[in-house]
């Protein structure tokens, strides 16, 4: 079945420190791979997605690139700030997106930037 | 109001109550899902709507029961639920073939 591994923390970086959130994932077929984000006392926000390989989405500063030749989708960003402190989460959706589908977490990772 | 709306946003209920939670969409949307999250677990994908017919039971114990009158609503009746029951309850929506899905802020759901 679909699976995704990402490093669970809680990870923790001083402000404009560079950010690398390691995720890969097993699964069959050619799956979409997002990154959301989860603040405190809030739902789940989609951060940035990729359909197929070697696509690179990006959203705040924020991005990550479809690699499927080592099934990853690693989370980046080059400078942090104390407002990205957050859970983020790797997901993938089994196949194009074609139908309705669950999509399969990983058991997300939490971020401190500190001042 | 816009995207994924939840309510209520926190309950607490007896095993032997009965409840429902509500979820509201107004992206347009056509398809949506319920999804629960525990304190150390991934989350896990609990039912899927597409055109307001059930598509995925994702082995969800009877005590749950989803319901989708339409595309905009989404409602999740609980009865005589566990502790272990006790998280928090996300719904989602997205329009088939575009894959992203959208979220609301959550249920926090406590079983005494």
């Known amino acids: 079945g679909n699976s995704v591994t990402q490093m669970e923390g809680p990870v923790t970086l001083s402000e404009e420190a560079f950010l690398t959130i390691n995720c890969t994932y097993t699964?069959?077929?050619?799956?979409?791979l997002f990154w959301y984000v989860q603040y405190p006392g809030e739902g789940l926000q989609l951060l940035l997605k990729?359909?197929?390989?070697?696509d690179k989405g990006s959203n705040k500063g924020f991005e990550a690139t479809y690699r499927k030749e080592t099934t990853s989708f690693h989370l980046e960003k080059g400078s942090v700030q104390v407002s990205d402190s957050a859970v983020y989460f790797c997901a993938l959706i089994r196949g194009s997106g074609g139908g309705a589908d669950g999509l399969t977490f990983g058991k997300g990772t939490h971020l401190i930037i500190q001042p | 109001e816009t995207g994924v709306t939840q309510t209520p946003r926190h309950l607490v209920m007896g095993m032997t109550n009965k409840k429902s939670l509500k979820c509201e969409q107004h992206?347009?949307?056509?398809?949506m899902y319920w999804y629960k999250q525990s304190a150390k677990k991934p989350l896990e994908l609990m039912f899927v709507?597409?055109?307001?017919?059930?598509?995925e039971n994702n082995s969800v114990p009877s005590r749950f029961s989803p319901e989708c009158p339409n595309s905009s609503h989404l409602f999740l009746h609980l009865h005589t639920l566990q502790p272990e029951d006790s998280a928090l309850y996300l719904c989602?929506?997205?329009?088939?073939?575009?894959?992203?899905?959208?979220f609301g802020p959550g249920t926090r759901l406590t079983v005494l």
């Open positions: 699964a069959t077929g050619y799956p979409s």
């Open positions: 709507y597409s055109l307001e017919e059930r598509v």
């Open positions: 990729a359909t197929k390989a070697d």
């Open positions: 992206l347009g949307h056509n398809a």
């Open positions: 989602a929506s997205s329009q088939e073939g575009a894959g992203s899905q959208y």
